[in-house]
């Protein structure tokens, strides 16, 4: 049996869905959402096997115009992905225009040989006729190997998605063992469920400004409980009380829901111990993003 396998990059611009995407196609939550953009700073790999293959997607960060330091690294780290995986997952919105923000991606796409297939989400939003327009006009930009409308949150037309996308993967070894759904070490999803909380729970510009950092998790002896202690790091001492909240009620709040999702996560107790601390303008520091395991190209 031939056994088929290769990287399939989710890409597009911000709050089109991918983070969603990644985790309908995988079936388990291993991507962080929320309604405000920019929400994924890193490439977090997926990773779906079946039968004769495996697919390790990666959901990039949503490409927009670079604001600090840590923009630049953001796009810089797409730009990397698109040249190293065998597919490229392109999602875009029902909007029927081309916007300036597409119109940047698809420039990088047409220089590049990786085959892409345009993937339209949110389409239980709109009439068909929108989702039709909209073909259209991305179809005039560029030679599409497939393109599928989805809804990635009503799970729609998912399925057809994965067997399209195994179809453009190469014959090849099987990367991963067939449980793994991440390569991402716990540490580090358990700091994005933490910052999933801040997103949701903060507004503008104070939870971008936010890194969150798990400082040891540990066992505790002859029982079931995983202490986690972690840091939220800020860039002003107002965004930290803000985050902190009167009497200690939002970090509590943030704490509490964190904590049910992990408990779910690891299948047992838990005690989430939180710190907030001020960095200021971390995000344009380039000592402080090594620090935070951010890869800074010497280039």
């Known amino acids: 049996m031939t056994f088929k396998s290769g990287f399939a990059a989710l890409i597009g611009r911000t709050n089109v869905g991918k983070s969603t995407l990644l985790n309908a196609l995988l079936e388990e939550k291993v991507a962080i959402t929320s309604d405000k953009p920019q929400t994924t700073r890193n490439t977090i790999q997926g990773i779906l096997t079946g039968e004769d293959y495996q697919v390790v997607f990666i ?30 997952i392109y999602m875009v919105e029902p909007d029927a225009e081309v916007g300036p923000g597409d119109e940047y991606i698809i420039e990088h796409l047409i220089s590049i040989d990786t085959p892409v297939i345009l993937v339209i989400n949110k389409i239980d939003t709109v009439p068909h006729e929108t989702v039709d327009k909209t073909i259209e006009n991305f179809k005039a930009q560029y030679n599409f190997k497939d393109i599928l409308p989805i809804s990635a949150l009503k799970n729609k037309n998912i399925d057809l998605l994965k067997h399209t996308i195994v179809l453009y993967m190469p014959e090849g070894p099987q990367y991963f063992p067939s449980d793994y759904i991440t390569d991402r070490p716990e540490k580090f999803l358990v700091s994005e469920i933490i910052r999933e909380k801040i997103l949701n729970y903060l507004e503008d510009e104070v939870p971008h400004g936010v890194y969150v950092e798990v400082n040891s998790m ?27 909240g009167k009497n200690g009620q939002m970090l509590r709040k943030i704490g509490s829901n964190a904590r049910t999702e992990l408990e779910s996560l690891f299948g047992q107790k838990i005690y989430l111990d939180l ?15 090594r620090n935070f395991g951010y890869v800074i190209d010497k280039s």
């Open 275 to 289: 710190w907030v601390k001020v960095k200021k303008g971390w995000r344009d520091n380039i000592s402080i993003l």
């Open 218 to 244: 540990k066992v505790r002896e002859n029982k079931d409980i995983l202490d986690i202690e972690a840091f939220i790091f800020c860039e002003k001492e107002s965004h930290k009380a803000i985050i902190i």
């Open 59 to 88: 959901d990039t960060p949503g490409i927009h115009k670079p604001k600090h330091k840590l923009s630049e690294i953001m796009i810089e780290s797409v730009k990397k992905t698109l040249t190293e995986v065998d597919l490229i």
